[in-house]
């Protein structure tokens, strides 16, 4: 059978990734779609099976109205979340920034700063916490400390006491987020900077007016990997809730699956909502 030569490549690039379909299908679009059935049903394992009665959206109401701890948790997650993600960008842009200099042993702080990536792994993250390494070293001797903690109520003190208490623990994410604006830096034409110091530019008028703008669609992806990365974190306290009512008689596996995809409506929510406004953001700004 003769194949055009148009054809011939298609079926050459199928052939590529085709594994790849298959292991989506099987490992992936599969589970998710169970999970969606399962989310409608309340479940229960028996000796025979798991047993299913659907219950329509009871397993999402039951979420909002009775289960307060899941609410709770959600708002907490929340909060964390729009203080831990511009701080984490921050400093990564700003580490980024320093090991794209022409420095000795730039070679061992980009291991040093991505060495955390490898050993962040749940277990070993909560003995660091429960041993009180992710916190700032002596920080409750200091006098302001104690002013902060005094008067907690306010949403400003209470941002600072989480800083304080996580801030190791958040630049700890960083390590990925570094290398991708490092790669990114080093793709920015020098000329463009050699250019702009000739017509007087100073470095920091070079920073907001060259390498900033550059590196814009790099923050959108590092933003969006930091939110995914900050979310299904194996500490998180929703994902810990989640997984506890897995075999819970009151709620078992159908409510689990409800809770996750309403976690997961949330995540995306939240990324539309911040990648949409720096896309507009950026399309004002350099338009």
């Known amino acids: 059978m003769k194949v055009s030569l148009k054809t011939g490549k298609q079926l050459i690039g199928m052939s590529f990734i085709l ?3 298959l292991g989506f299908a099987v490992f992936t679009a599969y589970p998710l779609g169970y999970s969606m059935f399962l989310s409608f049903q309340q479940v229960r394992i028996t000796p025979k099976g798991i047993v299913t009665d659907f219950v329509g959206f009871d397993n999402f109401s039951y979420a909002f109205t009775v289960d307060a701890l899941f609410t709770q948790e959600l708002l907490t997650y929340l ?3 729009f203080i831990s993600v511009p701080i984490i960008l921050v400093f990564s842009l700003i580490i980024g920034l ?4 022409n420095i000795k042993f730039r070679g061992l702080f980009r291991t040093i700063f991505f060495l955390p990536v490898i050993i962040t792994s749940g277990p070993v993250i909560e003995e660091l916490m429960a041993q009180g390494v992710t916190a700032i070293p002596s920080i409750e001797e200091y006098a302001i400390f104690t002013i902060i903690l005094n008067n907690s ?3 400003f003190n209470s941002t600072i006491i989480y800083l304080m208490d996580n801030l190791i623990f958040i630049l700890w994410f960083s390590g990925v987020q570094i290398l991708i604006f490092l790669a990114a830096l080093q793709k920015i034409d020098r000329q463009i900077y050699e250019a702009a110091k000739i017509d ?5 008028e070079c920073f907001w007016k060259v390498t900033l703008p550059s590196l814009s669609p790099i923050i959108i992806i590092n933003v969006i990997y930091t939110v995914v990365t900050y979310s299904i974190f194996a500490l998180n306290p929703v994902v810990n809730h989640i997984q506890s009512n897995m075999f819970q008689i009151n709620t078992g596996f159908g409510y689990a699956s409800a809770l996750s995809w309403i976690y ?3 995540i995306a929510l939240v990324l539309l909502i911040i990648v949409g406004l720096l896309t507009l953001r950026a399309k004002k700004k350099y338009s």
Do not use: I, K
């Open 19 to 21: 594994p790849w379909l």
């Open 264 to 266: 997961f409506g949330v």
């Open 200 to 204: 007087g530019a100073s470095s920091w």
């Open 79 to 81: 909060e964390e979340l």
């Open 98 to 101: 320093l090991l794209n200099q």
């Open 153 to 155: 109520e306010s949403f």
